[in-house]
Protein backbone atom coordinates (compact mmCIF):
# COMPACT_ATOMS: atom_id res chain seq x y z
CA UNK A 1 0.00 0.00 0.00
CA UNK A 2 2.62 2.47 0.91
CA UNK A 3 4.80 1.45 -2.12
CA UNK A 4 1.64 2.14 -4.48
CA UNK A 5 1.09 5.68 -2.92
CA UNK A 6 4.73 6.91 -2.36
CA UNK A 7 4.89 5.67 -6.65
CA UNK A 8 1.78 8.44 -7.05
CA UNK A 9 -0.83 5.12 -7.99
CA UNK A 10 -3.94 4.53 -6.18
CA UNK A 11 -4.58 1.01 -4.37
CA UNK A 12 -7.67 -1.31 -4.74
CA UNK A 13 -7.52 -3.85 -2.44
CA UNK A 14 -8.37 -6.99 -3.49
CA UNK A 15 -9.28 -9.61 -0.38
CA UNK A 16 -8.32 -13.21 -1.38
CA UNK A 17 -11.16 -14.43 0.81
CA UNK A 18 -13.70 -12.88 -1.77
CA UNK A 19 -15.63 -14.80 -3.68
CA UNK A 20 -13.63 -15.36 -7.34
CA UNK A 21 -16.19 -14.07 -9.27
CA UNK A 22 -16.66 -10.88 -6.87
CA UNK A 23 -12.95 -10.62 -7.40
CA UNK A 24 -12.71 -11.36 -11.20
CA UNK A 25 -15.34 -8.22 -11.12
CA UNK A 26 -13.46 -5.66 -9.18
CA UNK A 27 -10.17 -6.45 -11.21
CA UNK A 28 -12.31 -5.70 -14.60
CA UNK A 29 -14.39 -3.28 -13.06
CA UNK A 30 -11.38 -1.04 -11.93
CA UNK A 31 -9.50 -0.79 -14.75
CA UNK A 32 -6.28 -1.80 -12.48
CA UNK A 33 -2.84 -2.59 -14.40
CA UNK A 34 -0.91 -4.08 -11.83
CA UNK A 35 -1.31 -7.11 -9.66
CA UNK A 36 0.75 -7.19 -6.68
CA UNK A 37 -0.06 -10.49 -5.24
CA UNK A 38 1.89 -13.56 -3.88
CA UNK A 39 2.05 -16.92 -4.99
CA UNK A 40 -0.35 -18.74 -3.06
CA UNK A 41 -2.67 -16.72 -3.40
CA UNK A 42 -5.59 -17.79 -6.05
CA UNK A 43 -6.68 -14.99 -7.86
CA UNK A 44 -8.66 -14.93 -11.39
CA UNK A 45 -6.40 -14.85 -14.25
CA UNK A 46 -6.64 -11.99 -16.08
CA UNK A 47 -4.31 -11.13 -19.20
CA UNK A 48 -4.95 -7.41 -19.58
CA UNK A 49 -3.13 -7.37 -15.95
CA UNK A 50 0.69 -7.73 -15.35
CA UNK A 51 1.40 -9.80 -12.29
CA UNK A 52 4.30 -9.19 -9.43
CA UNK A 53 4.89 -12.14 -6.98
CA UNK A 54 5.93 -10.23 -4.25
CA UNK A 55 8.07 -13.04 -2.99
CA UNK A 56 10.08 -13.49 -6.10
CA UNK A 57 13.08 -11.51 -5.44
CA UNK A 58 14.77 -9.33 -7.37
CA UNK A 59 13.60 -11.41 -10.95
CA UNK A 60 10.38 -9.16 -11.06
CA UNK A 61 12.31 -6.10 -10.83
CA UNK A 62 13.57 -6.68 -14.69
CA UNK A 63 12.93 -3.47 -16.60
CA UNK A 64 12.26 -1.28 -13.63
CA UNK A 65 13.47 1.55 -12.10
CA UNK A 66 15.68 1.18 -8.65
CA UNK A 67 15.64 4.68 -8.27
CA UNK A 68 12.64 6.01 -5.80
CA UNK A 69 10.49 8.36 -7.34
CA UNK A 70 9.78 11.40 -7.33
CA UNK A 71 6.84 12.71 -5.46
CA UNK A 72 4.30 13.85 -7.45
CA UNK A 73 0.99 13.42 -5.87
CA UNK A 74 -1.47 16.06 -4.92
CA UNK A 75 -4.14 16.54 -2.65
CA UNK A 76 -6.71 15.68 -5.06
CA UNK A 77 -4.63 12.47 -6.69
CA UNK A 78 -6.85 9.78 -5.42
CA UNK A 79 -5.62 7.44 -3.04
CA UNK A 80 -7.26 4.46 -3.12
CA UNK A 81 -11.11 2.90 -4.42
CA UNK A 82 -12.47 0.21 -1.85
CA UNK A 83 -15.14 -1.52 -3.47
CA UNK A 84 -18.68 -1.62 -1.17
CA UNK A 85 -21.58 -3.92 -1.36
CA UNK A 86 -25.23 -2.50 -1.47
CA UNK A 87 -28.49 -2.91 -2.26
CA UNK A 88 -27.95 -3.45 -6.10
CA UNK A 89 -25.99 -6.39 -5.34
CA UNK A 90 -23.21 -5.21 -7.63
CA UNK A 91 -20.09 -4.04 -5.77
CA UNK A 92 -19.46 -0.64 -6.81
CA UNK A 93 -15.81 1.08 -6.49
CA UNK A 94 -15.27 4.83 -4.26
CA UNK A 95 -13.01 7.03 -5.34
CA UNK A 96 -11.54 8.22 -2.34
CA UNK A 97 -8.67 11.42 -2.57
CA UNK A 98 -5.45 11.78 -0.48
CA UNK A 99 -7.07 15.43 0.99
CA UNK A 100 -9.90 13.25 2.64
CA UNK A 101 -8.12 10.85 4.70
CA UNK A 102 -5.32 14.34 5.50
CA UNK A 103 -8.59 15.99 6.70
CA UNK A 104 -9.98 13.25 8.29
CA UNK A 105 -6.97 13.50 11.03
CA UNK A 106 -6.98 16.99 11.08
CA UNK A 107 -10.40 17.40 11.92
CA UNK A 108 -10.14 14.91 14.80
CA UNK A 109 -7.08 15.37 16.80
CA UNK A 110 -8.74 18.20 18.93
CA UNK A 111 -10.34 14.86 20.61
CA UNK A 112 -8.00 12.41 20.38
CA UNK A 113 -4.23 13.88 20.81
CA UNK A 114 -2.56 11.16 18.98
CA UNK A 115 1.29 11.47 19.34
CA UNK A 116 4.33 9.02 18.09
CA UNK A 117 4.39 7.48 21.89
CA UNK A 118 0.67 5.74 20.69
CA UNK A 119 0.87 1.90 19.68
CA UNK A 120 -2.40 1.38 17.17
CA UNK A 121 -3.62 -2.27 16.24
CA UNK A 122 -4.49 -2.81 12.64
CA UNK A 123 -6.85 -5.43 13.13
CA UNK A 124 -9.00 -5.34 9.81
CA UNK A 125 -8.86 -6.21 6.59
CA UNK A 126 -7.22 -3.50 4.11
CA UNK A 127 -10.21 -3.76 1.74
CA UNK A 128 -12.38 -2.32 4.75
CA UNK A 129 -12.49 1.19 5.15
CA UNK A 130 -11.39 1.20 8.98
CA UNK A 131 -7.96 -0.06 7.69
CA UNK A 132 -7.59 3.63 6.62
CA UNK A 133 -8.00 5.29 9.77
CA UNK A 134 -5.72 1.87 11.17
CA UNK A 135 -3.11 2.00 9.07
CA UNK A 136 -2.52 5.71 8.84
CA UNK A 137 -3.73 6.96 11.79
CA UNK A 138 -0.21 5.51 12.91
CA UNK A 139 2.25 6.38 10.80
CA UNK A 140 0.65 10.17 10.34
CA UNK A 141 1.29 10.86 13.86
CA UNK A 142 4.88 8.80 14.03
CA UNK A 143 3.40 5.77 15.59
CA UNK A 144 3.68 1.87 16.20
CA UNK A 145 1.31 0.18 14.11
CA UNK A 146 0.72 -3.62 14.65
CA UNK A 147 -0.77 -5.31 12.06
CA UNK A 148 -2.52 -8.25 13.72
CA UNK A 149 -2.69 -11.87 11.57
CA UNK A 150 -5.18 -13.05 10.65
CA UNK A 151 -5.54 -15.99 12.52
CA UNK A 152 -4.65 -13.93 15.63
CA UNK A 153 -8.01 -11.79 15.14
CA UNK A 154 -10.02 -14.93 15.08
CA UNK A 155 -9.29 -15.81 18.44
CA UNK A 156 -10.24 -13.26 21.70
CA UNK A 157 -7.36 -15.05 23.70
CA UNK A 158 -4.84 -14.48 21.70
CA UNK A 159 -5.84 -11.11 20.18
CA UNK A 160 -5.75 -9.74 24.31
CA UNK A 161 -2.42 -11.51 24.87
CA UNK A 162 -1.44 -9.45 21.52
CA UNK A 163 -2.51 -5.93 23.29
CA UNK A 164 -1.00 -6.94 26.45
CA UNK A 165 2.16 -8.12 25.15
CA UNK A 166 2.70 -4.69 22.35
CA UNK A 167 0.64 -2.25 24.94
CA UNK A 168 -1.14 -1.19 22.25
CA UNK A 169 -2.69 2.13 23.11
CA UNK A 170 -5.19 2.60 20.36
CA UNK A 171 -7.78 -0.29 19.74
CA UNK A 172 -9.95 -0.17 16.84
CA UNK A 173 -12.91 -2.57 16.37
CA UNK A 174 -16.15 -3.25 15.55
CA UNK A 175 -18.96 -3.63 17.83
CA UNK A 176 -19.22 -7.61 16.90
CA UNK A 177 -15.65 -8.57 17.45
CA UNK A 178 -15.07 -5.97 20.60
CA UNK A 179 -18.22 -8.36 21.86
CA UNK A 180 -16.19 -11.45 21.87
CA UNK A 181 -13.20 -9.74 23.31
CA UNK A 182 -15.03 -8.65 26.08
CA UNK A 183 -15.37 -11.43 28.52
CA UNK A 184 -11.55 -12.41 27.95
CA UNK A 185 -10.29 -8.73 29.18
CA UNK A 186 -12.53 -9.45 31.66
CA UNK A 187 -11.43 -12.15 33.11
CA UNK A 188 -7.62 -11.87 32.68
CA UNK A 189 -5.94 -10.03 35.39
CA UNK A 190 -3.52 -8.89 32.75
CA UNK A 191 -2.71 -4.51 32.45
CA UNK A 192 -3.85 -2.90 29.08
CA UNK A 193 -2.18 0.19 28.05
CA UNK A 194 -5.50 1.13 26.29
CA UNK A 195 -6.33 5.08 26.34
CA UNK A 196 -8.55 4.76 23.29
CA UNK A 197 -11.13 1.77 22.30
CA UNK A 198 -12.79 3.13 18.71
CA UNK A 199 -16.07 1.72 17.24
CA UNK A 200 -16.83 1.34 13.83
CA UNK A 201 -18.11 0.00 10.85
CA UNK A 202 -22.12 -1.04 12.48
CA UNK A 203 -24.37 -0.54 14.97
CA UNK A 204 -23.14 -0.53 18.43
CA UNK A 205 -25.44 -1.80 21.51
CA UNK A 206 -24.55 0.13 23.99
CA UNK A 207 -25.98 -2.17 26.52
CA UNK A 208 -23.00 -5.19 26.07
CA UNK A 209 -20.25 -2.61 27.35
CA UNK A 210 -21.53 -3.33 30.55
CA UNK A 211 -19.15 -6.18 31.52
CA UNK A 212 -16.17 -3.64 30.40
CA UNK A 213 -17.42 -0.75 31.94
CA UNK A 214 -17.76 -2.64 35.56
CA UNK A 215 -14.56 -4.13 35.05
CA UNK A 216 -12.37 -0.76 33.63
CA UNK A 217 -14.48 2.28 34.33
CA UNK A 218 -15.71 4.74 31.13
CA UNK A 219 -12.69 6.91 31.66
CA UNK A 220 -9.58 4.59 30.76
CA UNK A 221 -9.65 3.42 28.17
CA UNK A 222 -11.98 6.05 26.90
CA UNK A 223 -14.68 4.27 24.67
CA UNK A 224 -15.75 6.12 21.38
CA UNK A 225 -18.56 5.39 19.07
CA UNK A 226 -17.86 6.53 15.29
CA UNK A 227 -20.58 6.54 12.52
CA UNK A 228 -19.28 6.25 9.03
CA UNK A 229 -19.32 5.27 5.87
CA UNK A 230 -16.97 4.46 3.05
CA UNK A 231 -18.17 7.47 1.10
CA UNK A 232 -17.43 9.81 3.30
CA UNK A 233 -14.32 8.48 4.45
CA UNK A 234 -14.14 6.27 7.46
CA UNK A 235 -16.05 8.46 9.93
CA UNK A 236 -18.64 11.11 10.44
CA UNK A 237 -19.20 11.50 14.03
CA UNK A 238 -17.64 11.08 17.55
CA UNK A 239 -19.27 9.78 20.85
CA UNK A 240 -17.67 8.91 23.75
CA UNK A 241 -19.15 6.26 25.80
CA UNK A 242 -19.95 6.85 29.17
CA UNK A 243 -22.03 4.48 32.16
CA UNK A 244 -24.76 6.90 31.50
CA UNK A 245 -24.97 5.34 27.95
CA UNK A 246 -26.32 2.45 29.54
CA UNK A 247 -29.61 3.76 30.71
CA UNK A 248 -30.56 4.02 26.98
CA UNK A 249 -31.56 0.64 25.82
CA UNK A 250 -31.19 -0.78 22.19
CA UNK A 251 -30.55 2.19 20.85
CA UNK A 252 -26.95 3.66 19.42
CA UNK A 253 -26.33 7.03 20.11
CA UNK A 254 -23.73 8.23 17.04
CA UNK A 255 -22.60 11.77 18.90
CA UNK A 256 -21.74 14.60 17.42
CA UNK A 257 -20.51 15.74 12.97
CA UNK A 258 -16.89 16.01 12.13
CA UNK A 259 -16.20 19.85 12.64
CA UNK A 260 -15.11 19.79 8.88
CA UNK A 261 -18.07 17.88 7.81
CA UNK A 262 -22.42 18.37 7.86
CA UNK A 263 -25.47 16.21 8.52
CA UNK A 264 -28.67 16.03 8.07
CA UNK A 265 -31.98 14.60 8.77
CA UNK A 266 -34.37 14.81 6.24
CA UNK A 267 -37.49 13.25 4.83
CA UNK A 268 -38.45 11.52 1.55
CA UNK A 269 -38.91 15.22 -0.01
CA UNK A 270 -35.94 17.14 1.50
CA UNK A 271 -37.10 18.37 4.42
CA UNK A 272 -35.71 18.73 7.53
CA UNK A 273 -37.11 15.83 10.17
CA UNK A 274 -38.70 17.42 13.25
CA UNK A 275 -37.30 16.05 16.88
CA UNK A 276 -38.28 12.77 17.90
CA UNK A 277 -39.16 11.52 13.76
CA UNK A 278 -36.73 9.45 11.65
CA UNK A 279 -35.33 11.01 8.55
CA UNK A 280 -32.56 9.67 6.13
CA UNK A 281 -28.70 11.29 7.45
CA UNK A 282 -27.08 13.07 4.40
CA UNK A 283 -23.74 13.82 5.21
CA UNK A 284 -21.79 16.69 3.17
CA UNK A 285 -18.58 18.84 2.61
CA UNK A 286 -15.29 17.98 3.43
CA UNK A 287 -15.37 14.30 3.21
CA UNK A 288 -17.03 12.87 0.23
CA UNK A 289 -15.59 10.65 -2.33
CA UNK A 290 -15.66 11.85 -5.52
CA UNK A 291 -18.31 9.18 -6.57
CA UNK A 292 -18.51 5.75 -7.84
CA UNK A 293 -15.52 4.07 -10.80
CA UNK A 294 -17.83 4.38 -13.74
CA UNK A 295 -20.91 4.35 -11.99
CA UNK A 296 -21.83 8.03 -13.22
CA UNK A 297 -26.18 7.45 -12.64
CA UNK A 298 -25.62 5.68 -9.40
CA UNK A 299 -22.93 8.78 -8.66
CA UNK A 300 -25.72 11.05 -9.33
CA UNK A 301 -28.84 9.28 -7.42
CA UNK A 302 -26.40 8.88 -4.11
CA UNK A 303 -24.61 12.42 -4.35
CA UNK A 304 -26.99 14.76 -4.78
CA UNK A 305 -26.69 18.90 -4.46
CA UNK A 306 -26.68 20.50 -1.44
CA UNK A 307 -29.70 22.67 -0.77
CA UNK A 308 -28.06 23.91 2.30
CA UNK A 309 -24.57 25.55 1.52
CA UNK A 310 -24.69 29.16 1.42
CA UNK A 311 -20.88 29.13 0.18
CA UNK A 312 -20.06 32.18 -1.57
CA UNK A 313 -18.69 29.57 -4.43
CA UNK A 314 -22.24 26.73 -3.90
CA UNK A 315 -21.92 23.35 -5.94
CA UNK A 316 -21.49 21.52 -2.24
CA UNK A 317 -22.91 17.66 -2.50
CA UNK A 318 -24.97 15.45 0.22
CA UNK A 319 -24.43 11.90 0.13
CA UNK A 320 -27.47 10.16 0.83
CA UNK A 321 -26.41 7.62 3.40
CA UNK A 322 -29.43 5.12 3.27
CA UNK A 323 -29.39 5.28 6.95
CA UNK A 324 -32.59 6.48 9.10
CA UNK A 325 -31.45 8.31 12.35
CA UNK A 326 -33.46 10.50 14.90
CA UNK A 327 -32.98 13.67 17.33
CA UNK A 328 -33.32 12.13 20.98
CA UNK A 329 -35.16 15.06 23.12
CA UNK A 330 -31.13 16.25 24.31
CA UNK A 331 -29.72 16.70 20.49
CA UNK A 332 -28.37 13.14 20.66
CA UNK A 333 -28.65 11.67 16.83
CA UNK A 334 -29.25 7.94 17.37
CA UNK A 335 -28.98 5.44 14.55
CA UNK A 336 -32.07 3.36 13.75
CA UNK A 337 -31.42 0.94 10.82
CA UNK A 338 -31.63 1.03 7.34
CA UNK A 339 -34.32 2.33 4.64
CA UNK A 340 -33.33 -0.93 2.65
CA UNK A 341 -33.00 -4.23 3.75
CA UNK A 342 -28.98 -4.38 3.97
CA UNK A 343 -27.70 -5.96 7.44
CA UNK A 344 -23.66 -5.73 8.13
CA UNK A 345 -21.77 -8.66 8.95
CA UNK A 346 -18.22 -7.98 10.51
CA UNK A 347 -18.37 -4.21 8.92
CA UNK A 348 -19.50 -5.31 5.70
CA UNK A 349 -22.93 -4.19 3.92
CA UNK A 350 -24.92 -7.19 2.99
Avoid at 37 to 45: D, G, K, N, V, W
Avoid at 178 to 184: A, E, T, Y
Avoid at 194 to 223: H, I, N
Wanted: aromatic share 10%.
Amino acid sequence: VLGILKAGGAYVPLDPEYPQDRLAYMIEDSGIKLLLTQAHLELPATASVERVILESGAAWLEGYSTVAPVNLATPDNLAYVIYTSGSTGKPKGTLLPHHNVMRLFAATQHWFDFDASDVWSVFHSYAFDFSVWELFGALLHGAKAVVVPREVARSPEDFHALLVREQVTVLNQTPSAFKQLIPVACANPSALALRYVVFGGEALDVASLKPWFERFGDQQPQLINMYGITETTVHVTYRPLSLVDLQQDGVSPIGEVIPDLSWYLLDSDFNLAPPGCHGELHVGRAGLARGYHQRASLTALRFVPDPFDRSVQGGGRLYRTGDLARYRGDGVIEYVGRIDHQVKIRGFRI
